[in-house]
């Protein structure tokens, strides 16, 4: 399984047209949006774009002669935004013979939809790019793929006076830049007095929560040597369990299992389950962090209740499932959680139980929604925990009532974008 798989800089797009000119390699016309050099309009269009990724790449030379003379092993970081027309996979040739003309393996990866985040670390390296952008007789395929070129800026995003946030470093390919960036970052949180904690979310994606940091605070992180390495900071999400109705007025029939009968298991990750009357006989097996005294178990209670009662609960046959037996994995405590702990709670359940429990239930209540154009953080760790421990992790959409008011309905919410 290749260690790029789960990097939080992947390309999603859904075609709306599959029909392409050029799909396959298999020649052809080129594509309509490519500009050739055949008229002095079109060389003008091809030339300013040459130029914008000169101008850009002559900055980042700059940029790269002061940090040697100041023995920073940073490099800089260039973010290409693509043509909307030039997204698919049968264009990446293409942009990758401008941006990676010594075949370098330079190409981080994609942030989003269209845009490809390129290390840059050489004088050698910025001439081979610079030549091929201004040869645009040879280059106009790849000049007409890409808009413009920009040093790269971190996304961070400040919040209340004093919160929890979430930073994270550029994915860079070179494990030993890794390191060392990951090093320095922590000896600077370390001496500043930081109180933070280190997630890996997966093999290539480590969270650090910085704990009550305040805004001047964040701000003295984006000036340090080490901030061109820096992709996000920003307020970590928290999560919690809610219902929106419970009805414990039904008189349920108790429903035990039949001896030497075999039913599957599923691993509820929850905020616990009640041992009643009505559940206990399902109840296989528990793990949690968290004493009993930190746990309210309705919510849990109630998505047990669905696993084991659910055509019973709905007086219909809506699913003509078997009941399940459960495991009790209580990885919300009472007062929420935020993305970081929770990721290591579930993390640590599902390592623990993965050779005897391979379909997991997560229904969880976040309230950021997805993004159009990259996968969230949380997703990724899911997806990527998934594959590691080879089972099923069922996440739930979020939860909605602006049908009462005549609202239009919220999208879904973060870890519902796994796949």
Not at 52 to 74: D, G, H, P, R, Y
Not at 164 to 180: A, D, E, G, Q, R
Not at 342 to 359: A, P, S, T, Y
């Amino acid at each position: 399984m290749s260690d790029n798989k789960n990097l939080p800089i992947r390309f999603f797009s859904k075609r709306e047209n599959d029909v392409m000119q050029t799909e396959g390699g298999g020649g052809g016309n080129l594509p309509s949006f490519v500009v050739f050099p055949s008229s002095a309009e079109n060389r003008a269009i091809l030339s300013a774009k040459a130029e914008n990724i000169v101008s850009v790449l002559s900055t980042v030379f700059q940029s790269l002669e002061l940090k040697k003379k100041s023995n920073s092993q940073v490099p800089t970081v260039v973010r290409t935004t693509l043509n909307e027309d030039a997204i698919a996979k049968s264009h990446r040739k293409e942009v990758r013979k401008l941006l990676d003309p010594l075949a370098q393996d330079k190409i981080i990866g994609f942030d989003g939809r269209n845009e490809i985040i390129l290390e840059v670390d050489s004088q050698r390296q910025i001439n081979a790019i610079q030549r091929r952008a201004v040869d645009i007789d040879s280059s106009y395929y790849s000049l007409s793929c890409i808009d413009k070129i920009e040093v790269f800026q971190p996304n961070i995003v400040v919040g209340q006076e004093k919160c929890n946030y979430k930073l994270k470093l550029i994915p860079f390919k070179n494990k030993t830049l890794i390191s060392y960036l990951s090093s320095n970052l922590e000896n600077y949180l370390s001496s500043n007095n930081f109180e933070f904690t280190k997630t890996q979310y997966t093999n290539d994606i480590s969270v650090y929560k910085l704990k009550d940091a305040t805004v001047d605070m964040i701000d003295e992180i984006s000036k340090l040597d080490i901030s061109d390495a820096l992709f996000t900071i920003e307020p970590i999400d928290r999560y919690s369990t809610s219902l929106d109705s419970l009805n414990d007025d039904d008189k349920l029939v108790v429903i035990e299992p039949e001896k030497d009968k075999v039913y599957p298991t599923i691993g509820v990750l929850d905020s616990g389950i009640s041992k009643n009357k009505y559940l206990a006989p399902w109840i296989i097996g528990s793990r949690s962090p968290y004493p009993d005294v930190d746990l309210d178990k309705r919510h849990g209670t109630f998505v047990a209740g669905i696993l084991v009662y659910g055509d019973m609960l709905e007086n219909n046959v809506v699913t003509n499932a078997e009941p399940s037996y459960l495991f009790d994995a209580a990885v919300f405590p009472a007062e929420g959680i935020e993305e970081d702990d929770l990721v290591r709670n579930i993390q640590e359940v599902v390592r623990r139980c993965k050779d005897k429990i391979k379909i997991w239930n997560m229904s969880l209540g976040g309230k950021q929604e997805v993004c159009d154009h990259k996968f969230s953080d949380f997703a990724i760790a899911i997806d990527a925990l998934q594959d590691e421990c080879d089972v099923l992790i069922c996440t739930s959409c979020g939860n909605t009532r602006a049908y009462e008011d005549g609202k239009q309905k919220e999208r879904i919410t973060n870890s519902a974008d796994s796949v």
